[in-house]
């Protein structure tokens, strides 16, 4: 008895045999992974006005920082913040301010200078805080990017020469993050930031990377 041959299946019906399960599988994959490390939007880690460095970034090695004393103008001094991270003041010596803001070093000061100042203010202002960032993925020109301010993921790729629009799947922008021993990432979603939905900036830190990455596409 002959048997007939079997019909070469469609590209339809090999979707449904081969690659719907495979993609199921790895879309299970990717939501075990996500339920161990939650990546938080933009908004979760947006925090206080970003009118200035100050309240935005920490202050780093190699910062440079102008201190005033109103009242007391012998004790104004400019100072750049050492390896050690530390600055040398009058009267007080060195002081560890690597890792502060602006406005934590002046509450600083004021506690530390009590019994020589007469007025209770303190001035901090940061006269230069360049710090790199990196830029990656589906961007015209990658690598490190150099800021004296506040720079949100936005800004920086588009200092990058801004995205393969091709290409470029901008739902879905990573940013890395090294805080302390362990590395965090943000999911940002910056096609919506384009279109003109209201969202808070997501903005940068020293040695922050921005990756962003291609459109997955079907031949």
Known sequence: MKTSPRPIPSCRELFHRILRPALAALALAAAVTGCQTQLPTAATVWNGDTGSATNVLSLREGDVLSISFPGA????????????????????????????????IEK?????????????????????????????????????????????ALEAIMEAGGVN?????????????????????????????????KSQPFYLKPSDIVFVPERFTWF
């Open 73 to 104: 103008a012998n004790l104004n001094t400019t100072q750049q913040i050492q390896r050690d991270g530390k600055i040398a003041l009058p009267l007080l010596g060195e002081l560890k301010v690597a890792g502060m803001t602006a406005a934590e």
């Open 108 to 152: 600083e000061l004021i506690k530390q200078y009590a019994t020589q100042l007469v007025s209770k203010e303190v001035t901090v202002t940061v006269v230069s805080a360049a710090f790199p960032v990196y830029v990656t993925g589906a961007v015209l020109h990658p690598g490190k990017i150099t800021s004296n301010r506040p720079i949100s």
């Open 165 to 197: 629009h091709t290409t470029a799947d901008l739902k879905a922008v990573t940013v890395v993050r090294q805080e302390g021993d362990h590395t965090k990432q943000y999911r940002l979603n910056l096609r919506d930031v384009l279109r003109g939905v």
